[in-house]
Each structure stands twice: as structure tokens, then as C-alpha cells.
């Protein structure tokens, strides 16, 4: 008689299902991801109301028949349904990867550095409110800025693009009332475009794509309701977008941020706040991360005209108007210019980027440092900032930045011959980031709480897999460790050309004098003039 099979346990029984699980989620997501695909071809939005639609109201039945809670199944398929959306655009499966095997040869960088985006994005928000004639170059045409300049047409602004510029034309006026205006994908938008229409008596409706879908607005509910305004979700149970703003009430002339408020939000309310009928007075804690979002507003508002006060916790801007430089000079992009002037200390050479570089600003001063400790001397003055390469420390010692920089640091501790230690901090997400990187590309390393030692040199045995970027700054510092540890194999590179258009055509460009950042355009190719025809008459 065969002895009865023993009884799997608990544990064992969902790890079953969930393998079932698992395999389905991944062609349900390929499924969905092709459909996106097929839209964003045709120049449509990913997701399709229709079909979204149609999705929920199978779950919805299923829910009712097996006895699920509808709105914790609603959020559920709403991420899902962004899993698929967040894969349009990335290269998928083995033979798809991105191989990084960039030039050994020394660097030689001396261009114009691209304006920051979150300075541009700020100051392009004004001079759309203010209906003030403006023009910004060299800009790095991205995704957030195109996103962002399409959102406040949608709303009245008059303004324009072309290559690698700019553009505001002055007498445009923005109304919000009535209006349906597309967010983008990002942010940022969303976030200047609710500060703005504060300010505007009535209703208007808000949609956008799958991250701002999932986005959490409910968290603003306590600000938006200090300022005399409600943002109605239109679909049920979902925490984004699409939302409709309801504004007009009384405005109060000060309040306190909580402590979750998105610090991209506080500085797109500073910047709207001169909008205001008795402008706005911000509180919040010193040690918050809003004080470094509050920093950068006011320097677009200073670069405007716009007073306001500022101190360890508070930050007022009254109503004013502003008077927008028809031609600002904006501080170059801190992740771009830090990642370009880092290039020597990986492959030697010598770089040098003309624009402004803001020494006062904490996060600039963060760059600094960082690449001072890495053996890059910083020389800054009124025109440029270029780096001087001395030798690297016999052992590296570094406390990860923010998270623009922290990547950075990451691979500058991975390049150091002489070994690195690298603390983490409290960021327990970067920390299993980070080593899910090293890993990828066999960098031997040992954690011991949030700190990571590292070795000298790479395991030359270990196969590199394939790795997935989880942000524009973990690609593009993949990008920089190629120099010592070639072949990492990225899945993800439209994840870096998103923020930096042109880069990997930089890239690609290094082994040579590299004079520009941004694209290069072809000078138009003019035929040589030709004679006209004679006629010959033939009687």
C-alpha cells in the first residue's frame, strides 16, 4: 500500500499559487504592454479608457462572486495595469540588452553645460503666468520639459520649442476654468499645474499617464483645503489622476506643511504664490527635505523679481508681479554637470563646462564635496566650472548624498582602486538598490547594516547579467563604471534619454573632442547653383 503524500504546509501552498501566479501577471503584463505600445506608435495616450474599462468590470464581477474587497482590488489592478505601462519603451528579453563598452580613451569635455530642469521647468511656469517674452538656451529637450510646456498651452500660454531652445511669447494670459488639460507622466507637472490653478476661480480637470495614475494626491487634501480648493477623484478608488479641481474658496495667507508634503510641491507653491491674492507664507520643519526644493524656487524668484522672506522653517512670497529676464541665466543641471565633471576620475582627461554653477545652493554644495572626496578639485568661477584630477584616496570613504547624487557616489566608491566604504544612511531602498547593482556586474562587496564595504576590482570570472535601471541616475552612473568594468549589460536605456535626449550619442562621441552636450544638427546641405537651360529653337 503507497504511502499517503504528506501534507504540503501553508507556505509551501502559496508559494504554488503564487509561481502560477507569477507566470500569468507576466503575460498579462506582455499583453497590456503590447497594446501600449501599438497606442504610443500611433501617438495616443498608453492607457485606453475603454479598455480599462472593460478590464475592471471582469474583476469586478469576480470580486463580487468570490467575496473580494472592491477597492483594495481596485488599487491592485490600477497597479498592475501600470506595471505594463511603465515597460513601453524598454528592451525586453535576453538579446535586447544594452551593452555598455564605451571608448578608453582620455576625455576631453569642454561644452556648454544644459540648464537645470527643475530651475527651467520653475521659471518657465512664471513666465507663463506672467505672460512675459522669454527665451532659454542651451536646454536639454526632455520628456518633463515637453510634458510640462504642452500642459500650460492646454491652458493659455504661448509657449514654443525648437532644437535645443525655449521659448515664451509675451501678451498670453492662462484660464483654468473649464479647462481639461493632460499632466504628462510626471510630477512635477501635476504639481505646478495645481499650484497655478489655485489661483483661478472654477473647475478644472486633470488626467495623465500610468505614473501619475498611481500617483498619491490624496496627501494634499489638507493643503489644497487651507487654500480654498478640493481635488475630486474621478475614478473611483484610484489615488491619481484623472481629478478634477474645484478652487475658489477663501485662501488662507499662511500655513503649515505637514510632514509629507512632496517637496516638488512646496516649491511649485512658492513659485505660484505671488499669483495669490494675499500670497502665501509656507512653515514647515527646518531639517525637512522641502527646505532644498524651497531653495530652488528662490532662486527663480529672485531671478524674477519677485521678494519674498526666507528663514529656518518659514518662507513668504506676497503678491507681486514679476519681471521675467528675456534671457535668464539659469545654473547648469546638477546631475548632468556632476556626472560629465566626474568623467576624469574614471578614464582620465580633463573636463569643463561653461555656465553657472550656484556655490550657495545645498545641493550644489553637495556635488562638491562629493567630488572633492573622490580626488576631483573643483574650480568655479563666474563663466564655467572644470575639475582637476589629483590621486584617489588610499581608502575611500563616502555617506551617500540625496538620491540625485547617491548612484554617483555608488560607482566612484566601485571605481576606486584602493577599496571604498559606502554608508547608505537611513534610505533602505537605495541601499537594496545598490546591491542588487553590484551584484549585476560583480563588484565584491559585504554590508553590514547600511554601510558597504567594497573591494578593490571586479570578479573578471563573473558573468554580468542583465540589469534594469531603477532611475534615470542609476543609468546614467552604470554608464560611468563601463569605463572600468565594461560590458555591464543595461535593459533600460530610454530610462536615461528620457531625462538627457542626446546622451548616448555623447557617448559614443567620448574617445574624441566633445565641444557640445546637446544634439548636433547638420548644417543644410545646399545644392550647387545650376545654369538655367538654354531653349534651342529648331525651325
Known sequence: MPLPEPQKSIT?????????????????TRLLTKAATARQEKRKPLSDPEQERRIWFEWDKAAKRLGLEPRMLRKTVALLNGMAYARVGA????????????????VDIDAAAPLSVDHLLLITTV???????????????????????????????????????????????LAFEDKAIFAGDHEYTIYLLLALGLGHAGRCRFSGGADLKLLDLGRLSDILSALGARLAPLT?????????????????????????????????????????????????????????????????????????????????????????????ELPMDRLISASVLAMPRFINGRARLVGPWPAALPMFQQAQRLLGSVGLDLAIDDTAASVTVRPWPERL??????????PLALVLAAAAPGGANLDCGSDDIFLSQAIEFLEACGKPHSVEGSLI????????????????????????????????????????????????????????????????L??????????????????????
Open 12 to 28: 509551501t501552498q502559496i508559494n504554488d499559487l503564487d509561481r502560477r501566479l507569477a507566470a500569468l501577471l507576466a503575460e498579462r
Open 91 to 106: 528592451r525586453q528579453g535576453p538579446s535586447m540588452d544594452f551593452l555598455l563598452t564605451p571608448k578608453r580613451n582620455a
Open 127 to 173: 513666465a507663463a503666468a506672467s505672460g512675459q517674452a522669454m527665451q532659454l538656451s542651451p536646454v536639454a529637450l526632455n520628456d518633463r520639459t515637453v510634458e510640462l510646456v504642452k500642459a500650460l498651452n492646454q491652458a493659455g500660454a504661448a509657449l514654443s520649442w525648437e532644437q535645443e531652445s525655449l521659448s515664451s511669447r509675451a501678451g498670453s494670459k
Open 236 to 328: 473611483p478608488h484610484t489615488p491619481g489622476l484623472p481629478a478634477r479641481l474645484e478652487s475658489g474658496g477663501r485662501m488662507a495667507s499662511s500655513l503649515r506643511l505637514p510632514e509629507d508634503c512632496p517637496p516638488a510641491f512646496a516649491a511649485a507653491l512658492a513659485t505660484a504664490a505671488w499669483t495669490y491674492p494675499e500670497g502665501l507664507s509656507l512653515q514647515y520643519d527646518a531639517d525637512s527635505p522641502v527646505a532644498d526644493a524651497l531653495a530652488d524656487a528662490a532662486l527663480v524668484l529672485t531671478m524674477c523679481g519677485i521678494p519674498f522672506t526666507a528663514s529656518p522653517g518659514s518662507f513668504s512670497v506676497p503678491h507681486a508681479e514679476p519681471n521675467v529676464p528675456v534671457a535668464p
Open 397 to 406: 570613504c563616502l555617506t551617500a548624498p540625496d538620491m540625485t547624487l547617491a
Open 453 to 516: 564595504r567594497m573591494d578593490h576590482g571586479f570578479d573578471r570570472e563573473h558573468t554580468i547579467r542583465i540589469w534594469s535601471a531603477p532611475s534615470v541616475e542609476f543609468a546614467l552612473a552604470a554608464a560611468l563604471l563601463a569605463f572600468v568594468r565594461p560590458g555591464i549589460r543595461l535593459a533600460n536605456p530610454g530610462v536615461l534619454t528620457a531625462h538627457w535626449p542626446s546622451f548616448w550619442n555623447l557617448y559614443n562621441r567620448l574617445g574624441t573632442p566633445v565641444r557640445s
Open 518 to 539: 546637446l544634439p548636433q544638427h547638420k548644417e543644410p546641405e545646399h545644392e550647387p547653383e545650376q545654369k538655367p537651360r538654354r531653349r534651342i529653337r529648331i525651325e
